[in-house]
């Protein structure tokens, strides 16, 4: 299996300008070759692929070898397969009837990682094993930067990446031929019901608590903001103040990452098979505003509940569950979740007025009384089992 690990870099303060640099010229290149094809399309009706951009290489290194020529061939021509790849996505959109959302030309903000196809080829990971202490990657142009290493990484490197984020440098490998760490059999299975009050509710009956990181940095995220505001565009102060906000933003994000990891494993030790709703985040956290011919109603209420859904971070548990379910050997079934919270677990009468509260349900046909979420989970968990006989049977 493929997996990847991501390691802090502790660049010198000269590495870190030339991690700057580096990515700063390849966002130029990137830029310049969706220039390449806007223009050669308007003047031409010429539609240029990758492999011609990646003729031109040649010559643009050698015209330039204080800049572009200074970095590896091979990160530039990955650079140019992420243009290729923003084409693909946009000309598959439009085909599928979808909004295009043309390819845009990368801001100093919105490019943060350059990649290098292979190790081996312009990089090269533990570039000092004979070191007793400490690991280094060596990137070309940039020389041999030090690795915060805190796991060992296993099976083939394949690719390198580096990303910024904020002040700080990541060191990103891909590897091949992970090998698999199955848990033994625990014969349980469990369904769970995404929440806000609680992130995790089990079948068994067991809340995994919400931590809320974002609205615990609310009030200091909001004062920083407001002092964004009052700053001056392109002054010192305002790039200091646009620092600390993304600082803190960073913060809460492996805040949500790390309590995410936690709970992920902790269903996985416990569980063989876990069955889980198939959410569409993104329209259940879609905007209320409506348009100004039709606008929406309980605008304020929606926003307030979408903020809170993404806080929860629904979408990146269930991405770092999928992986772990994967790499222990367990089964992961995802249902189709309408109804569940109003069907009762006990007779299977659906209807809206069960659910008295947001954590009470009450059938009205046979009274069973139970925890809301844990009522539907019991029922995501049924739903599991039924679609897992139907794919055995068929």
């Not at 845009?104 to 070191?131: I, L, N």
Request: net charge positive; glycine share 8%; with cysteine.
């Amino acid at each position: 299996m493929r997996r990847s690990y991501k390691y802090l870099l502790r660049a010198t303060s000269k590495q870190a300008t030339a991690l700057a640099q580096c990515l700063e010229d390849h966002r130029q290149l990137y830029n310049a070759a969706l220039e390449h094809r806007r223009t050669a399309y308007a003047k031409a009706g010429a539609s240029i692929r990758y492999g011609e951009q990646s003729a031109d290489l040649k010559h643009i290194r050698g015209d330039d070898p204080g800049g572009q020529g200074r970095w590896s061939f091979s990160s530039q021509q990955a650079t140019l397969r992420r243009l290729d790849k923003a084409f693909r996505a946009f000309f598959d959109r439009v085909k599928a009837g979808r909004t295009p959302g043309f390819p845009r030309f990368k801001g100093g903000g919105w490019f943060d990682t350059v990649e290098w196809p292979k190790d081996g080829d312009g990089c090269r990971w533990d570039s000092h094993p004979e070191h007793p202490a400490a690991t280094y990657v060596r990137l070309r142009g940039v020389g041999h930067v030090r690795v915060h290493q805190h796991r060992p990484v296993k099976g083939r490197v394949k690719t390198i990446a580096v990303k910024r984020e904020g002040n700080r440098w990541y060191v990103v490998l891909s590897c091949d031929d992970v090998p698999a760490e199955p848990l033994p059999a625990t014969g349980a299975a469990a369904g769970i019901d995404m929440g806000v009050a609680s992130l995790v509710t089990t079948s068994d009956g067991e809340h995994l608590a919400n931590p809320r990181h974002l609205a615990a940095t609310a009030e200091c995220l909001e004062t920083t903001q407001r002092a964004l505001s009052r700053k001056k565009r392109g002054s010192k102060r305002r790039r200091k103040v646009v620092a600390r906000v993304a600082a803190l933003h960073g913060e809460v994000r492996r805040q949500r990452l790390d309590y995410a990891h936690n709970a992920a494993l902790a269903l996985v030790r416990d569980y063989d098979l876990i069955v889980h709703e198939d959410l569409p985040i993104t329209n259940m956290t879609r905007s209320a505003s409506g348009t100004i011919e039709a606008p929406g109603r309980n605008v304020a209420a929606k926003a307030g509940l979408n903020r809170s859904i993404l806080d929860a971070g629904w979408g990146v548990f269930l991405t770092i569950l999928a992986h772990k379910a994967e790499s222990a050997g367990r089964e992961l079934i995802a249902v189709n979740a309408a109804g569940t919270s109003r069907t009762c677990a006990r007779c299977g009468h659906c209807a809206k007025e069960n659910r008295v509260t947001q954590a009470e349900f009450a059938c009205t046909a046979c009274g069973h009384a139970a925890h809301a979420d844990v009522n539907a989970a019991v029922n995501i968990l049924r739903a599991g089992l039924a679609l897992r006989r139907a794919s055995e049977a068929a």
